[in-house]
C-alpha cells in the first residue's frame, strides 16, 4: 500500500514536469531573447521568430528575414514547435494514465517515449542555434550574451527527459502495484 501511494506520487510528478516542459517551451519559443547584443545606447535582443530592437523608451520587433544560408532558422523552429506537439500529447497521455490506472493500456510508456523525444527535439534545436550563432559577434563593440528564452530551451530539456524516464519507470512496475486493492479483502 506505501509503494503504491509512492507510484502515484512518481505519476504526479511525471505530469507536473510535463505540464512544466509545455510551459516553457511555449514560452522559449514565443519568446525573442535568445540571444541579446548590448551597446551603450541600445539593446537587440534575437529570438527564432522575431528581433527587437530597445533604444530608450523605444522597442521596435521585427520578423527575422531568412538568408539563403540561414535554414538551419527553420530546422530550429520547425524542432521547437514540433517539440510543443509532442509535449502536449505527452502531457495528455500522461494525465489519461494517471486517471486510467490500467496495466493493459501503455499510455504512460508511450508518454514517455514523447516526452523523451520531447527532449531530444529541444536538445537539438538548441544546439543548433548554438553552433550557428556562437561565433557571430554584435556590431563594433557590442556585448553579446544568451537570453532566458535559450536558457530556458535548456531547462526544457532537462525537464522532459526527467519526466520521461519518470513515465518509464511508473509504466515499469508489476501489476499488483498499480493497484492497491487489488486481491485484498475488502473488495
Sequence with gaps: MVLCCRMQEIRAMACVLAAATLVLTIVATATSTWRVTEETFFRESFGIFISCRFQGYYRSC?????????GWLHAVRF??????FTAFVALVLGILGFICISHK????????AL?????LLIM?????????????LGPGGAVLYWGYSYIIAWVCMVLALISG???????DLPKDMWDPYEGSIYM
Design 115 to 119: 516526452m523523451i523525444l520531447t527532449g
Design 124 to 136: 537539438i534545436a538548441a544546439a543548433l542555434y548554438t553552433g550557428f550563432t556562437t561565433n557571430t
Design 105 to 112: 493500456i501503455n499510455q504512460p510508456k508511450v508518454a514517455g
Design 62 to 70: 521585427r520578423l527575422l528575414d531568412i538568408g539563403a544560408n540561414e
Design 79 to 84: 524542432l521547437m514547435v514540433f517539440s510543443i
Design 165 to 171: 524516464l519518470l513515465f518509464f519507470l511508473v509504466y
